[in-house]
T-cell receptor, first 115, second 113 residues
Framework: DAGVTQSPTHLIKTRGQQVTLRCSPK?????VSWYQQALGQGPQFIFQ???????QRGNFPDRFSGHQFPNYSSELNVNALLLGDSALYLC??????????????FGPGTRLTVL | KNQVEQSPQSLIILEGKNCTLQ??????????LRWYKQDTGRGPVSLTI?????NTKSNGRYTATLDADTKQSSLHITASQLSDSASYIC????????????FGAGTTVTVRA
């Protein structure tokens, strides 16, 4: 039973570029959430995808966008990269909203460095 | 201001000793409070989940407590092991219909032999 996988593991970009990060949820999960974790900080909620739609969004600009595919995998896109976008990007999967005690399973993250 | 505050920011303990981490939150109302363990460079792993009506939840050597009246939670680690060295993050979930999780900054625990 595969857990949450993310790709790539590390990425280096320059300011102004665009980046796409990918996430495959744990088998059987249909909901994907994305988080940004700056060094020494807790993760910050970016958005959540359920049934191929963005269900909720955190306080992130429109430069951050996403997509969820029919197989429940997801992409996070960041346009016009800024130095401050350098962080660990975490993907977490869960099973819908059927139980508000649902456990979110996190992937290993993608380390993005913007130069 | 972060809605979830954790203390201490970091601590060092000797192998075999116990320690307690604190979490204060202002998220209200809330659905549940979670504790995660995050090893360096890895994603967080869930340790416990407590609803607002639960006072305590254990997972092996980890015991979490919750006082919904004072909006405080603690995570107690018993008989620490070297593998307990990690960041421990307190996470508060908003009520059903709000899917956002609010994370604390974490407490970094270092266990030394």
């Amino acid at each position: 039973d595969a857990g949450v996988t993310q790709s790539p593991t590390h990425l280096i970009k320059t300011r102004g570029q665009q980046v796409t990060l990918r996430c495959s949820p744990k088998s059987g999960h249909d909901t994907v959430s994305w988080y940004q974790q700056a060094l020494g900080q807790g993760p910050q909620f970016i958005f959540q995808y359920y049934e191929e739609e963005e269900r909720q969004r955190g306080n992130f600009p429109d430069r951050f966008s996403g997509h969820q595919f029919p197989n429940y995998s997801s992409e996070l896109n960041v346009n016009a990269l800024l130095l401050g976008d350098s962080a660990l990007y975490l993907c977490a999967s869960s099973l819908g909203a059927h139980d508000f005690t649902d456990t979110q399973y996190f992937g290993p993250g993608t380390r993005l460095t913007v130069l | 201001k972060n809605q979830v505050e954790q203390s201490p920011q970091s601590l060092i303990i000797l192998e075999g000793k116990n320690c307690t981490l604190q979490c204060n939150y202002t998220v209200s109302p809330f659905s549940n409070l979670r504790w995660y363990k995050q090893d360096t460079g890895r994603g967080p792993v869930s340790l416990t989940i407590m609803t607002f009506s639960e006072n305590t939840k254990s997972n092996g050597r980890y015991t979490a407590t919750l006082d919904a009246d004072t909006k405080q939670s603690s995570l107690h680690i018993t008989a620490s092991q070297l593998s307990d060295s990690a960041s421990y993050i307190c996470v508060v979930s908003a009520p059903p219909g709000d899917y956002k999780l609010s994370f604390g900054a974490g407490t970094t625990v270092t266990v030394r032999a």
